[in-house]
């Protein structure tokens, strides 16, 4: 976990506009559910991603999802029409989305998010119910495991 710690750190510190959005929202509420990447929703536009491309080559970015990991080489013309990014880096892996299922667009996101302050830094995260939203969305077994996990956090502390 400290190796995402250090990658979110990373993008915080680029003032890259994102917002956590995945298992690792989810431990930031509060779920103990164990999570091995960062799912973040960006805005994607070619100044957010160069900034984060930027932030990002310390660390190595690849494409993870392309058979040879091709590295991370945006320029502005190449950030138009791109809708999501999966990259692994030397800390792990980043999937930087456009848009969240159940929830739309990198704005409704925003939206939908709370600030939050970690060990991280201070960045935005989903709330709660965005956050179970998304995962009902989905629907994968281990969203539905998330779901559960969530909603029994939602009703101790309501």
Not at 10 to 16: D, N, R, S
Not at 63 to 89: F, I, S, W
Not at 125 to 141: F, G, Q, S, W, Y
């Amino acid at each position: 976990m400290h190796e995402l710690t250090r990658l979110m750190r990373t993008l915080i510190e680029a003032e890259v506009e994102f917002v956590l959005v995945g298992g690792l929202a989810a431990v930031t509420h509060g779920s103990s559910l164990h999570t091995s990447d960062i799912d973040v929703c960006c805005r994607f536009t070619p100044e957010n991603l160069l900034r984060l491309q930027e932030a990002l080559r310390p660390l190595n970015p690849r494409h993870r999802m392309t058979p040879a990991k091709l590295p991370l080489e945006l320029d502005e013309q190449g950030c138009r029409g791109l809708r999501n990014l999966y990259l692994v880096t030397e800390l792990g892996v980043i999937d930087c989305l456009g848009e969240v299922a159940g929830l739309g667009d990198f704005d409704k996101v925003l939206a939908d998010s709370m600030m939050v302050e970690t060990a991280a830094g201070r960045f935005r995260v989903l709330t709660i119910d965005a956050l179970i939203r998304a995962k009902e969305a989905m629907n994968r077994p281990h969203d539905r495991e998330t779901v559960s996990l969530l909603r029994a956090i939602k009703e101790r502390g309501a």
